[in-house]
């Protein structure tokens, strides 16, 4: 119980310390917080389940927490890439001090509101009923938007500006749509306890309900990207490094996924889900469909930018919708799909923003064609950024090679929407190629001696902090088997 | 002793009122606040015993039987009422003392105050009365001390606002006499449970339907909804700020006691035909709450902002009275008080802010201003947080119930009330970005305010919206036992 309370108390004090003025003090207490979140998440994930009530807001109306193998392990990769978030900030905001950057890091917003949004983000994963889910879900978009803005720029505010229009406009619409008719409707559906299969069966929820429910879940939680509401997420890009590597490609997103992942599996349950969708096949399909879409469409708009970060933003919305149609297969194995794909695209995306922001801080070069030979000059984030997308691109040797084979195991082309689904996943795997490959082939690519960038900057301490972020992938590379079966367990009881 | 309590709650203020005058200046502030705080005792505790007992207190005014004489009523609604307009009025009265130093002559203070008591008289009086004419005495009891006390600024608008104050209440008051006198005309009484007990042979009688538009009307001017109390605007920006304070918080809402009184124990549309009037309530509190959050976000003025704010809420609150349900009407008391705390905390600190900007109003002024003032840049998030509903505040717990009731009547509604939300996110949101992430280019030139009273007021007055919060069983289960009673 005080193990989950920890996962809001070591936030704060790391927030508050954005009141003191002395700057190693500050380092020293937000490092040694954000080390104590992932101890406290392991062990979390060690301890059998519990749950936690935080505040009764109305009567019966509580907010509360509870954790189970799956939350933990998932609020675990949260906190452990946030304390590697921590230590690149730090050390991009030495370099940043030297260098004049158009993405700046502004220390006092950055500092104050990261916690928040990662305390949000784990309080998502562990939320005990869908009125905290909500609530957390709309403190986290409410704390990233200053993240996003810290530049203060026009083009900042722009972006900030349609962040919160999609983000908040379409969760209050549809969210608080789907509260007020579970709320009425199925008397305090909305606080009712999550239960690891779900409150509902066939009995209690007649088809026509679950539908408009799924409609407002699936647009509700829209920071997952999905394709009418994915504008913001390339928008956003304008924030400084860390906050995109952190949020834009892990916190935030996953947040978004993660929350459906609750919604399909603690409140409808698996098995209402694959009902619901032997009755009405159309109920679930339009949902894979519209993925399957949102992943072609974000290809191609990752194969038409140029600028690095933009790429890598399309390439998220793509992936994330491979989530989303994991979840909209209805099985108790495409839910292990979407689960392992939430935790190999997290690693291998923040390890690839990472690279880009020390080759960005280092040369201040962001658009592909500036990428010329530099392999030469920084070999170490080169192929950092070489593993992670070939990870990405589900290419060997890499975690997201297994996933893409156990992906092609696991999918059987047996009807129609499933052949779709393998047709368009082989298209987006040659897209994600593509893309990546304009990159690699500028770094990998000799350069005359004139237009060889210098660099002037000691990235060696980011560099580090970059490779251990990634030897989680291999960590996870390692241990696949036994992640596997955790998954497993967990979605066949 | 104890059977002169409910005239005691009103006559402590007129009395000290009056009193104010007589003394000299400097006990004046004093005086009010202490004559409020032991009106306040004494409304709680008849509140305390009005809730617990069946039967409403009746108290005859000089003896004289009702019939004849003035009769004042006390049951659960009127006594909430009273208690409510008593608790902001305390509230006001301890936040404005340093503000209203830097605004009126000091030696003026007696007279403001005193007016100020005298108007709050008028308040209480209108909801105490059962009588109808007694009422609109009251009302314009309240509504020419107003009238002063909007006049009493040092600017020039002050008084023109005063004078346009004048012009349209005048107005207002005219319409709700007219609407008394047809009704007398027919039922040859003003005690308004005489009125209810002839009312089911007389609804189909033409004057009483153009007595009551006259007075429903007039009523609307006072209770600031859109259309009717546009001019509201330019008075709550011309004048002083804790007056803006004061009657965006409290007059208004009697002004929705008194429709609440006429809808549902006088005329008692719920039970008998409500003749289209709900539906031009709900249609005219849908164009106040999209119009005046729309002017909102293109105010450039701090005041105008917060008043078009106001006017927006009370398009809700509107709302919530035409829906008539058991539900929406707990929403509509709970939302009532609420949204006065908000707005007298909303009022309150930007007179500050605009006092230490040296009388700047532009919006744009206030870019950054956490910088040089963190608390109150909080206190205004916090309290615009709860205009919204976000949950946790206080205002959430209206809009919850709001949305409940109309969930409850049609899906249309609800559908409303979602992108009504959206719309006041909008606006706040714009002043939230403004006051926070935002930088001027020119440092404003900005003078030292001493106004310890309205950081400590406006604080505990935020404090008490968080509270209620997170801590809302007791206010909901009374608001419930009121409005079962009221739709009874």
């Known amino acids: 119980m005080t193990l989950l309370g920890l996962n809001i108390i070591l936030p704060i004090i790391a927030l508050l310390t954005s009141f003191i003025s002395n700057r190693l003090l500050q380092k020293f207490v937000i490092i040694i917080s954000s080390f104590a979140l992932v101890i406290d998440n392991l062990f979390i994930l060690l301890s059998p389940a519990t749950s936690l009530e935080l505040i009764t807001i109305l009567d019966g109306y509580t907010i509360g927490l509870f954790s189970d193998k799956l939350t933990a392990l998932y609020a675990l990769m949260i906190s452990t890439l946030y304390f590697s978030t921590n230590l690149y900030s730090f050390f991009f905001l030495q370099l940043q001090n030297h260098t004049e950057l158009h993405h700046d890091i502004n220390p006092r917003i950055h500092f104050f509101f990261m916690p928040i949004a990662i305390m949000a983000s784990l309080c998502i994963a562990y939320s005990a009923n869908l009125l905290s889910l909500f609530v957390f879900y709309e403190i986290l978009t409410l704390s990233t938007y200053p993240l996003v803005i810290q530049s203060f720029s026009d083009h900042a505010r722009r972006a900030g500006r349609t962040y919160m229009i999609t983000l908040l406009g379409s969760s209050l619409v549809f969210l608080v749509f789907a509260l007020i008719f579970l709320d009425q409707n199925y008397n305090m559906a909305a606080n009712e306890l999550f239960k690891s299969n779900g409150i509902f069966n066939t009995s209690n929820l007649p088809p026509k309900d679950a539908i408009i429910l799924l409609i407002c879940f699936v647009f509700g939680f829209s920071k997952t990207a999905i394709f009418p509401f994915h504008k913001w997420l390339p928008q956003a890009m304008v924030a400084p490094i860390p906050v995109s590597a952190l949020l834009h490609a892990v916190a935030v997103v996953k947040s978004g996924i993660f929350a459906l992942v609750k919604v399909f599996i603690y409140l409808f349950g698996m098995d209402y889900l694959k009902a619901l969708h032997q009755e009405i096949p159309w109920s679930l399909d339009w949902i894979t469909l519209l993925a399957c879409f949102t992943i072609i469409y974000a290809g191609i708009m990752a194969c038409r930018q140029e600028s690095m970060k933009k790429i890598l933003a399309y390439s998220t919305i793509s992936q994330l919708s491979y989530m989303i149609v994991f979840l909209s297969l209805t099985s108790g194995t495409t839910f292990t799909l979407s689960f392992l794909q939430i935790l190999s695209h997290s690693i291998a995306k923040i390890t690839l923003f990472f690279s880009v922001g020390i080759i960005y801080v280092a040369t201040k070069r962001s658009e592909v064609n500036e990428m010329q030979g530099l392999i030469r000059i920084m070999p170490i984030p080169v192929i950092l950024f070489i593993l992670s997308a070939l990870s990405i691109m589900g290419l060997p040797p890499s975690i997201g090679w297994l996933l893409k084979n156990l992906i092609f195991q696991t999918i059987k082309c047996d009807n129609w929407i499933n052949s779709l689904v393998t047709t368009c996943f082989i298209i987006s795997s040659l897209m994600g190629c593509y893309y990546f490959f304009r990159p690699i082939y500028k770094m990998l690519s000799p350069i005359s001696s004139i237009d060889k960038p210098n660099i002037g900057y000691n990235t060696c301490s980011i560099t580090w902090v970059t490779t251990l972020t990634y030897s989680l992938a291999i960590l996870l590379f390692a241990y696949f088997e036994d992640i596997i079966n955790i998954t497993h367990i967990f979605f066949k009881k | ?488």
């Open chain 2, 1 to 488: 002793m104890l059977h002169q309590l409910p005239i005691l709650q009103i006559l402590i203020p007129l009395v000290s009122g009056l009193l104010t005058f007589l003394l000299p200046s400097r006990l004046s502030w004093l005086i009010s606040l202490l004559s409020m705080a032991i009106a306040t005792l004494i409304s709680f505790s008849v509140f305390n015993f009005v809730l617990n007992s069946a039967e409403p207190l009746y108290y005859n005014l000089g003896g004289w039987a009702s019939n004849v004489g003035i009769e004042y009523k006390i049951d659960p609604l009127s006594s909430f009422f009273i208690l409510f307009i008593c608790l902001i009025s305390i509230f006001n009265i301890f936040s404005m003392k340093d503000l209203v130093s830097y605004e009126i002559d000091p030696k003026k203070h007696s007279l403001f105050f005193g007016i100020m008591l005298i108007a709050i008289t008028g308040l209480l009086g209108v909801c105490i009365s059962n009588d109808i004419f007694n009422i609109y005495v009251m009302l314009e009891i309240n509504a020419i001390a107003s009238y002063a006390l909007v006049a009493s600024g040092k600017k020039t608008e002050s008084a023109k606002a005063g004078f346009n104050y004048l012009i349209f209440g005048t107005i207002g008051s005219t319409m709700i006499l007219f609407g008394i006198g047809f009704i007398y005309a027919v039922t040859g009484s003003l005690n308004l449970t005489i009125i209810s007990n002839l009312m089911p042979r007389m609804l189909d009688n033409d004057a009483i339907k153009a007595g009551a538009s006259l007075i429903i009307f007039g009523i609307l001017m006072k209770a600031a909804l859109f259309p009717f109390g546009k001019f509201l605007v330019s008075i709550y920006q011309g004048a002083p700020s804790f007056i803006s304070s004061i009657l965006a918080s409290t007059s208004n809402k009697v002004a929705i006691y008194l429709l609440i009184r006429l809808f549902f124990s006088v005329f008692k549309f719920h039970k008998y035909s409500f003749q289209y009037l709900d539906i031009a309530l709900l249609l005219f509190s849908v164009i106040a709450i999209f119009t005046c959050s729309v002017k909102a976000y293109k105010q450039t003025n701090i005041k105008k902002f917060f008043a078009y704010s106001s006017l927006s809420q009370i398009g809700f609150i509107v709302f919530a009275l035409a829906l008539a349900s058991e539900t929406s009407l707990t929403g509509l008391l709970i939302y009532c008080f609420t949204h006065a705390l908000e707005k007298t905390v909303l009022f309150l600190a930007s007179g500050y802010l605009i006092l230490s900007m040296n009388n700047d109003e532009e919006l744009g002024s206030f870019a950054g201003i956490v910088k040089k003032y963190p608390l109150i840049s909080v206190l205004i998030v916090i309290n615009l947080l709860s205009n919204i509903g976000i949950p946790m505040t206080a205002g959430f717990v209206g809009k919850w119930l709001l949305l409940k009731a109309s969930f409850a009547t049609a899906l249309f509604f609800v559908l409303i009330i979602i992108f009504a939300g959206l719309f006041s996110f909008a606006y706040a949101f714009k002043f939230i970005d403004l006051i926070l992430f935002k930088s001027q280019n020119d440092e404003p030139i900005i003078s030292a305010v001493n106004a310890k009273s309205c950081v400590w007021g406006i604080s505990l007055i935020t404090a008490l919206n968080i509270y209620i919060g997170v801590n809302n069983q007791y206010i909901i289960n009374i608001t419930h036992q009121i409005s079962q009673l009221i739709l009874k």
